[in-house]
């Protein structure tokens, strides 16, 4: 009779076990994968290979639900991850405790999969990210495959200003970012200015939060999958206005405009005074002194 309990419990469990490790998986490749990579290398944030040895679980569930939070408070663990990874923060993700041990379950089984990950990062608990993975670091580069030249470049324009319509009706770039490349055109201030993105983050890094965003307002602006066209040509425009933004002169795009509307100001002005001088009314609106009343 034991025997037959056990094995219902067994039974009714095992889909349980599999669908909890199945929610780990999902829930890493829909908030976390845009950013990291595990024993991949680095891209917008760390890889996150052998992260559960280097913090423990409580910290990491404050850090993975809201790290800007911890960041404020001073955390010094927090604040070290902040300032490595060029202060892009993480959005904070309303996840569960049980949720985020999933996630970090999930990480340890690929780990798992990878010959002596878990004891390399166990070694190198303690040293920082950047040194960690220095040797992952090819992984970015080789991805980093971005070439020069007008053509894409005005390509990349024409999505970013929303010239081009995006293949699955996305937002233009500009209506929530600014770039520096040299446009009087601008852009948003509802998000960061990206103008120096494609050194802080790389191709990898932004073909990946093109291709998963990780912001609630960017995936609700980008409703569906870029073309592999439109992220290379997005690639090619921000690769450009880094590389350019140390050497352009910026001419602010508030006193462009400013001066923009003095001059259509000036120009309706004298056109009205002109206008004015040399109109026609006609005489039976003309009024006669002879009809005025006396005073």
Known sequence: MTKVVVSIIAFFSFPVLQLNAQSGEELFKSTCSAC??????????PDLSGVYNRRDNNWLISFIRSSQKLIKAGDPDA?????????VPMPDNNLTDQQIISIIDYIREVDKGAPGTAEKAKATEGIPDSTRIAADSTVTAAADTITLNEETIGKGKTYFYGISPFANGATPCMSCHNIDDGSLLGGGKLAFDLTTSYTKLGSAGITAILTNPPFPA??????????EEEISSLNSLL???????ASRVS???????FVLAFVIAIFIAAFTFLLYDDRNIPEGNILNSK?????
């Open 251 to 257: 001419f602010p795009v508030g006193l462009a405009f």
């Open 79 to 87: 604040v070290a991850i902040f300032n490595e990874y060029n202060k």
């Open 218 to 227: 960017m995936k609700a602006a980008i409703p569906g999958a870029l073309t």
């Open 239 to 245: 690769k450009s206005a880094a590389a350019n933004s």
């Open 36 to 45: 990291h990579t595990i024993n991949k290398g680095r891209i917008v944030g």
């Open 291 to 295: 009809n005025l009343p006396n005073t």
